[in-house]
C-alpha cells in the first residue's frame, strides 16, 4: 500500500511540475496595455542578461559568418504568466543558424511581468533594442 502511495504522491508531483513549466500560447496580442510587461530585475537586471546570454551569441555570429551587426532589434511575445512565447528579429540580417541561437537564448528568459489591461495580465509585445556598444 505505501509503494501504490508513493507512486501516486510521485506521479502527482511530476504532473504538476509539467504543468507549471509548460509554456501559455497567447490567442491574442493586447496591442495597447495600460501598463507594459517589464523584467522583474528592472532594466540593470535586463541589461545584465543581455550582457551575459545575448551578447556572448551575436558576437559568435559576427566572428563565425564574418558578418557586421550594428544593432539588433528583438519583439519578444510575453504571454499572460510572464514567459516568452515567441521571439522576432525584425531587421536583423544573419542567417537562421544565428537567429535560432538568439532565439534559444531569449526564450530561455525567465523573470518578466506580463502587461496588463484594465487590472488584468495580457498577452503583448515588447520591442528590446539592443545597440552594437554593447558588443564585445
Known amino acids: 500500500?505505501?509503494?501504490?502511495?508513493?507512486?501516486?504522491?510521485?506521479?502527482?508531483?511530476?504532473?504538476?511540475?509539467?504543468?507549471?513549466?509548460a509554456v501559455e500560447p497567447c490567442d491574442k496580442i493586447?496591442?495597447?496595455p495600460d501598463t507594459m510587461p517589464a523584467y522583474e530585475d528592472g532594466e540593470t537586471g535586463l541589461f545584465d542578461y543581455i550582457g551575459q546570454r545575448i551578447v556572448p551569441v551575436v558576437s559568435d555570429c559576427m566572428k563565425n559568418?564574418?558578418?557586421?551587426?550594428?544593432?539588433v532589434y528583438i519583439t519578444l511575445t510575453i504571454n499572460k504568466v510572464g514567459?516568452?512565447?515567441?521571439?522576432d528579429f525584425p531587421r536583423l540580417k544573419?542567417?537562421?543558424?544565428?537567429?535560432?541561437k538568439l532565439r534559444g537564448?531569449?526564450?530561455r528568459m525567465k523573470g518578466w511581468k506580463p502587461a496588463k489591461f484594465k487590472g488584468k495580465p495580457v498577452c503583448s509585445q515588447y520591442l528590446l533594442p539592443?545597440?552594437?556598444?554593447?558588443w564585445k
Open 1 to 21: 500500500m505505501k509503494v501504490l502511495a508513493t507512486l501516486f504522491l510521485i506521479f502527482i508531483v511530476s504532473f504538476q511540475l509539467k504543468a507549471q513549466n
Open 130 to 134: 539592443i545597440p552594437c556598444m554593447l
Open 105 to 107: 537564448a531569449i526564450m
Open 30 to 32: 493586447c496591442a495597447e
Open 83 to 87: 514567459q516568452v512565447v515567441s521571439v
Open 94 to 100: 544573419a542567417s537562421d543558424e544565428c537567429k535560432n
Open 65 to 71: 559568418e564574418k558578418a557586421i551587426i550594428t544593432s
